[in-house]
């Protein structure tokens, strides 16, 4: 059971750049979200999604971009890289309602330079 | 704005003690607390969920409690393993909404356990 499955795990990029971080799953999970880890400041939210077609934003979600086309996929856009993205990211899925056991991917770690 | 504080951000015990880990939110109207434990360069896997109506949880040598009252939420480990070396995170939903697992997360407790 692959579970939630994200690629690259590292990355450099040059600032100005632009990058997808791919994030699948395959529990059949409606809700799936990109979450960002820096240090001493835990995970924010930068989008999430509730089912196929239907995006939101978080608490972070200027420089990035999200689109759910099927209910595996969940990919992350960064626009135009900036060292401010420099962080690592997860993507999380779970069953739609809260109180379901949310699954984290490994994570993939960014540098903007 | 929910806000979630976890005291101490670090801790180191000898193998063997019995320890508590705490965490504190500022809106108590929540549906559920969750922890979850992330080792270093990976991912975050669920420990223990406890829904608004429960007062703790438990999971082997793990046990979770909750005050919504009061804000705050304790995780107790008996027992302390070189294996339970890890950061342990809580989180709760991040609005007053039942129908998305958005949440908002703590900073974590570094926990390192010496042999």
């Known amino acids: 059971n692959a579970g939630v499955t994200q690629t690259p795990k590292f990355q450099v990029l040059k600032t100005g750049q632009s990058m997808t971080l791919q994030c699948a799953q395959d529990?059949?999970?409606?809700?799936m979200s990109w979450y960002r880890q820096d240090p001493g400041m835990g995970l924010r939210l930068i989008h999430y999604s509730v089912g196929a077609g239907i995006t939101d934003q978080g608490e972070v979600p200027n420089g990035y971009n999200v689109s759910r086309s099927t209910t595996e996929d969940f990919p992350l856009r960064l626009l135009s890289a900036a060292p401010s993205q420099t962080s690592v990211y997860f993507c999380?899925?779970?069953?739609?309602?809260?109180?379901?056991?949310?699954?984290f991917g490994e994570g993939s770690w960014l540098t903007v330079v | 704005k929910q806000e979630v504080t976890q005291i101490p951000a670090a801790l180191s015990v000898p193998e063997g003690e019995n320890l508590v880990l705490n965490c504190s939110f500022t809106d108590s109207a929540i549906y559920n607390l969750q922890w979850f434990r992330q080792d270093p360069g990976k991912g975050l896997t669920s420990l223990l969920l406890?829904?608004?109506?429960?007062r703790e949880q438990t999971s082997g040598r793990l046990n979770a409690s909750l005050d919504k009252s009061s804000g705050r939420s304790t995780l107790y480990i008996a027992a302390s393993q070189p294996g339970d070396s890890a950061t342990y995170l809580c989180?709760?939903?991040?609005?007053?909404?039942?129908?998305?697992?958005?949440?908002?997360f703590g900073a974590g407790t570094r926990l390192t356990v010496k042999p």
């Open positions: 406890i829904q608004s109506s429960q």
């Open positions: 529990m059949n999970h409606e809700y």
């Open positions: 989180a709760v939903p991040r609005r007053r909404t039942d129908n998305n697992n958005d949440m908002r």
């Open positions: 999380a899925s779970s069953y739609r309602e809260t109180g379901n056991t949310i699954y």
